[in-house]
């Protein structure tokens, strides 16, 4: 029987949705990918359920979160989630964050550099300002709904892309997000490329571990910020492109867990 309960905080602009588990420590905090949710978080959270405290919340115009109005920038994203961190009673904890994820908790670590103790990175989009010109010229918006119906197929072809291999359940979930964020989805990309990243993660002074599938997008900025920031520790997982926490969960976990062991240990 799962564990996982739901909830909502009421915050100034809307209602942020979260999932979340019980237990005793310091907690631990979870951002997703886009077009994803939290339940995107499920696999890990139900591993790592005897460990800590979980908490997984939806990002604004995702999953169960408000529908944002305009184009937020970051620091929006970053201020919603601080006013339900606030609301939630959290006061000091850990961020385990994946892809567009990364961008919020890394603004939100360097907000709250007393409370944020440590930040695990999945995915992390470690790029130039050229590089981020190239995959926002890119970008593929969402598929506009027509009387056919052929942008559910359009839709459905590109999520499975996302993937090594064929997998139903994981296809099913990440088509419904994207379905049901075809406006967070553009709100959310948007943002991110227009943050410097690189000069962020400068300014980050709690503990990092950045990791990366090995077939992920961004494998190739790991050996980067294994240059720039000797003191920030890495890791590879195997093959699962974007969804090593649902596909290499008890890796992922292993890698959370003993990270932030040692920052326990240490402080």
């Not at 005793?24 to 995107?40: A, K, Q, V």
Request: hydrophobic letters at 40%; aromatic letters at 12%; one cysteine or more.
């Amino acid at each position: 029987m799962s564990k996982i309960k739901k909830s909502y905080v009421n915050i100034n602009s809307g209602q942020i949705h979260y999932r979340y588990t019980e237990g005793d420590g310091l907690p631990l905090l979870f951002f997703h990918r886009t077009p994803s949710s939290s339940i995107m978080f499920e696999r890990l959270m139900l591993e790592m359920k005897n460990d800590r405290p979980l908490f997984a919340f939806d990002t604004p115009g995702f999953g169960e979160s408000f529908n944002p109005g305009g184009m937020p920038s970051l620091e929006d994203y970053r201020d919603w989630f601080i006013a339900a961190i606030e609301k939630t009673g959290l006061d000091q904890f850990h961020i385990y964050a994946h892809h567009t994820g990364t961008h919020i908790a890394s603004e939100i670590a360097l907000k709250l550099e007393q409370q944020v103790l440590s930040l695990c990175l999945n995915g992390a989009a470690y790029l130039t300002f050229e590089e981020r010109e190239i995959f926002q010229n890119n970008f593929t918006a969402a598929v506009e709904a027509d009387e056919e119906g052929k942008y559910l197929i359009e839709t459905f072809n590109l999520i499975k892309t996302l993937f090594p291999t064929f997998d139903p359940d994981l296809v099913d979930l990440e088509l419904r997000g994207a379905l049901r964020s075809k406006v967070g989805r553009n709100q959310a990309f948007t943002a991110i490329w227009k943050q410097d990243f690189m000069k962020v993660l400068s300014k980050i002074k709690c503990p990092i571990l950045v990791m990366s599938a090995i077939d992920d997008f961004f494998i190739d900025q790991l050996e980067l910020i294994k240059k720039d920031f000797p003191l920030i520790r890495t890791a590879i997982l195997k093959e699962s492109r974007i969804a090593s926490p649902e596909l290499q969960t008890e890796a992922t976990a292993c890698l959370i867990r003993d990270f932030i062991k040692e920052v326990e240990e240490n402080n």
